[in-house]
């Protein structure tokens, strides 16, 4: 009776093993594409050939972007200076670092990064999306990490090497592959249903003040004719983006009061001092504070600058000097309705989008 007994337990044990093994999910490398989006109006997306978007690749960034262990202490992810209610920017002027160091410039929002062709950082050093994500984790005013150890991290979790299969078709991690993943991810993270992008669309209206806005921003500015004046915006803020990839100097201080030289540091040309990347304005109601140095924390200062502060100096845009000697002419009707229009520009299914969320 109890070689019976034993050989029915023996039975149940390969029985209950059985089922297990059917449980366990093994990771297989899964190419199917990431569908990729866009409005008619952007244009064709200028997306990576060596690093074709996928589901799984897309899901790898993801995971990385809010993983904190891509920091020295495991306190930091890249999303803790890039949060998605606030345009994936940060409302801090400055983003505090794992040792409690401070960054020097305003960390930038991240959407559209498929259209953006001038290089990345407010002086354009990172020439690639992939290039741009791995600096912050090595800085050490940021997450002051090494690549080693992440990759030593991201190795000893089953979870992260069954995606690196998935998405990769191996388990080996190594940092390249980490900067493929997070350079899909934020590919994926686009803005293009504002307000005014429904308004084109025809399906709603503008309010009396906003439009008023809109046409004082595609007005051009015209110091001889006041009441034909607009406020000039759109030719460095154009496009269906409002951007123009160009680094520019807007006249925040003399020369004598730069404190930062800007894309000079990069390119090692003085034409190039105090120049900075112009960022586009979508959701730009959501990612204050404004400016490379986060001075402004307001629309209203922002505009204000443009209208009556604008410095001159060596470098500063021809574009706006002509504004220097009688500023833009801007009413405080104006310059509540230019605000009112820039408000318009905020995107609340981006800013709410579950694909983007931790």
């Not at 008619?40 to 996928?54: I, R």
């Not at 293009?192 to 009396?208: I, M, P, R």
């Not at 404190?259 to 959701?283: H, M």
């Amino acid at each position: 009776m109890s070689k019976i007994l034993s050989i029915v337990f023996i039975l149940l044990i390969i029985v209950v093993m059985a089922c297990e093994r059917e449980d366990i999910v093994v990771a297989e490398y899964d190419a199917t594409p990431y569908t990729f989006t866009f409005p008619e109006n952007f244009g064709d997306p200028e997306l990576p050939a060596d690093n074709v978007l996928t589901i799984e690749g897309v899901k790898l960034g993801k995971m990385l972007f809010y993983e904190k262990a891509l920091s020295k202490d495991g306190t930091q992810s890249c999303a803790s200076c890039h949060a998605q209610n606030d345009g994936f920017s940060d409302k801090n002027q400055f983003s505090k670092g794992v040792d409690g160091l401070f960054g020097k410039r305003q960390a930038m929002p991240i959407f559209n990064m498929a259209w953006h062709k001038s290089g990345f950082f407010w002086d354009g050093r990172a020439t690639t999306l992939r290039e741009q994500s791995l600096q912050p984790i090595q800085d050490p005013l940021e997450m002051h990490e090494t690549l080693e150890n992440v990759v030593a991290k991201l190795s000893g979790n089953k979870t992260y090497t069954d995606q690196f299969i998935r998405a990769f078709g191996t388990s080996e991690v190594n940092s390249t592959k980490v900067s493929l993943a997070l350079e899909q991810f934020m590919m994926t993270i686009v803005s293009f249903d504002s307000k005014y992008d429904q308004y084109l669309a025809g399906t709603v209206t503008f309010s009396e003040s906003e439009e008023r806005g809109r046409s004082l921003f595609f007005t051009e500015y015209n110091q001889f004719f006041p009441d034909l004046s607009g406020a000039d915006c759109a030719h460095c803020h154009s496009g269906p983006n409002f951007e123009n990839g160009a680094f520019m100097n807007n006249g925040l201080d003399f020369e004598s009061n730069f404190k930062d030289i800007g894309r000079e540091k990069v390119s090692k040309q003085a034409e190039d001092r105090a120049t900075f990347l112009i960022p586009s304005l979508r959701n730009i109601a959501q990612t204050a504070p404004y400016m490379h140095d986060g001075r402004f924390q307001t629309l209203e200062e922002v505009v204000e600058h443009y209208n009556s502060e604008v410095k001159m100096s060596s470098t500063v845009s021809p574009l706006i000097i002509p504004t220097i000697a009688k500023g833009l002419l801007l009413s405080e009707q104006d310059k509540i309705d230019l605000v009112n229009f820039l408000k318009t520009l905020s995107d609340q299914k981006f800013l709410t989008n579950p694909e983007y969320a931790q």
